[in-house]
């Protein structure tokens, strides 16, 4: 392992003879040449003895979801949990609304395809006021992007 320059460079020794991926962390999740977060998609590089290899990647940046969540009389839905499922992987991060009914996961989600379940005293629903996942909109995050999702609860709390 290594650490970069303030350039960005690097380099590496490894043992001969052998097939190595490269990993490297930016922010709280590991990425994989090339700007994978799936290891199972990295490139494998075989390094013979005397070899070098030059591997450049860039990085992905992370996205993330924010809103505003209020009950069925309008009041803010403080104290929900916000749960954001990948449509791809089934991957779930979870959060909670704060006492004015907002949230905020930016930066924290991996680009892809989501779908947003809010879980409250009296029920859970999806975004925008679906009772089932199968009818949950999907919010498509891409790189570097914050999407806002507001959503009103169907009951009141």
């Given at each position: 392992g290594g650490v970069t320059a303030?350039?960005?460079t690097y380099r590496i020794r490894v043992q001969p003879g052998q097939?190595?991926?490269?990993?490297y962390a930016v922010g709280p999740l590991s990425q994989y040449v090339p700007h994978t977060f799936d290891r199972s998609?990295?490139?494998?590089?075989?390094?013979?003895?005397?070899?070098?290899i030059r591997v450049d990647d860039r990085a992905v940046a992370l996205s993330g979801m924010t809103g505003r969540l209020t009950d069925a009389a309008g009041a803010p839905a403080g104290n929900v949990y916000?749960?954001?499922?990948?449509?791809?992987t089934a991957?779930?991060?979870?959060t909670n609304t704060s006492a004015d009914g907002t949230y905020d996961f930016t930066g924290l989600l991996v680009p892809g395809r989501y779908k947003v379940r809010f879980t409250a005293q009296?029920?859970?629903q999806y975004a925008h006021q679906q009772l089932d996942y199968e009818s949950a909109d999907v919010i498509t995050l891409i790189s570097g992007q914050t999407a806002v999702v507001d959503d009103q609860l169907l009951w009141a709390l």
């Open positions: 303030a350039d960005g097939t190595f991926i490269v990993a998609q990295a490139t494998r590089f075989a390094v013979r003895s005397g070899q070098t916000v749960s954001f499922i990948n449509v791809d991957a779930e991060s979870e009296g029920g859970s």
